[in-house]
């Protein structure tokens, strides 16, 4: 592991723990048992150094969800592969997934503009595909775009409440996710009434 990439691990693990206003460079340092000089080779300030483990986070989600989705694959079949990939990652990477979405925004510094390049590429891949299904006359949807973000703010909630532990003790998790994303999927597609 490179000396950058242990800052980044223990700076992870400090701003989850006490905030991003209670760590500073030389309590990141004397975790890492660096000096905070070397740590200042690799990172302007402690906001470049949060602002770059937000941008890796976001950029390992957006791969897990790239390498998840089939070209090939219908709208419908594609809605949900992107579901259960974005599912997968929040719980098997609970620490990017919540400097992605879960630090406090008041805390954290401006997020500079040309980086929101980045967030809006998962939301773009998704409102893309609910275009087609739209077109297709799959999704009952009046903007994709809209929708998109509907989709992950409610799939958010899902894994919120997992990652979270505040789901009730008698539903199964595993349950609970497949249950929770169909219906989820199924509240955009048209529902064909019988002939």
């Not at 969800?65 to 992107?82: F, G, H, Y």
């Not at 008698?170 to 929770?180: G, K, S, T, Y």
């Amino acid at each position: 592991m490179s000396l950058r990439e242990e800052i980044l691990d223990v700076s992870k693990e400090l701003l989850l723990k006490h905030g991003f206003s209670k760590i500073s460079m030389r309590k990141i340092a004397r975790k890492a048992d660096v000096t905070a000089t070397s740590i200042y080779l690799h990172f302007e300030n402690k906001d470049d150094l949060l602002l770059a483990l937000v941008e890796e986070s976001i950029a390992k989600l957006n791969k897990v969800l790239r390498n998840a989705l089939d070209e090939a694959a219908s709208p419908i079949e594609q809605l949900k592969s992107l579901t259960d990939a974005y599912v997968d990652f929040a719980l098997k990477n609970p620490q990017e997934y919540e400097i992605i979405y879960m630090v406090r925004p008041e805390e954290m510094p401006k997020y500079p503009k040309e980086k929101f390049q980045q967030v809006r590429e998962i939301y773009e891949l998704l409102a893309g595909i609910i275009k087609r299904g739209k077109e297709r006359n799959l999704f009952d949807v009046e903007d994709p775009l809209v929708s998109a973000y509907t989709l992950w703010a409610q799939i958010h909630g899902v894994v919120s409440v997992v990652l979270g532990k505040r789901l009730d003790t008698r539903v199964p998790i595993e349950r609970f996710l497949d249950l929770a994303t169909d219906h989820i999927i199924q509240g955009f597609i048209i529902q064909k009434t019988p002939a």
